[in-house]
């Protein structure tokens, strides 16, 4: 691993994403089906007697435009849970315990209690956040 320079709003970024993890999970469920099953209103057209249009937009390069820009946000997301799942797959069994207490866990302790929990001195358990946001910074390709 090179020494990537990386900036505190990164760092932040990537750790908070570790913390979101499963909001992302289920964020990514909810684009998916938002894009592959948009909502159709249905109108009946015999109560339009008057031959006047409706209020809708019925412009399908803006629906296109809309579902893409999700596809956007999808695809990113997919992309943040990916490079979380590669790394979380490489670490080892210690890390993923220290990953599941400090992120997954729904308790929130502090350096101390994190390092007692994980059997490790509070600096270390700084040190393994570190090593694990540099390598998820890494897999992404953020600086």
Avoid at 40 to 57: K, M
Wanted: one cysteine or more.
């Amino acid at each position: 691993m090179y020494d990537l320079k990386i900036t505190k709003q990164t760092f932040k970024k990537v750790e908070a994403e570790w913390m979101n993890y499963h909001h992302t999970l289920k964020e990514i469920k909810r684009l998916e089906e938002d894009v592959f099953n948009p909502y159709q209103e249905v109108w009946d057209r015999d109560e339009n007697i008057g031959g006047g249009q409706a209020n809708i937009i019925r412009d399908p390069t803006q629906s296109t435009v809309i579902r893409l820009s999700k596809h956007k946000q999808l695809n990113y997301l997919k992309d943040i849970v990916r490079a979380i799942d590669t790394v979380y797959q490489q670490l080892s069994k210690e890390y993923q315990a220290f990953v599941q207490i400090r992120y997954w866990s729904n308790r929130k302790l502090t350096w101390d209690g994190i390092a007692d929990q994980c059997y490790i001195s509070k600096r270390q358990a700084m040190r393994w956040r570190d090593e694990i946001v540099k390598i998820t910074i890494e897999v992404l390709g953020w600086r």
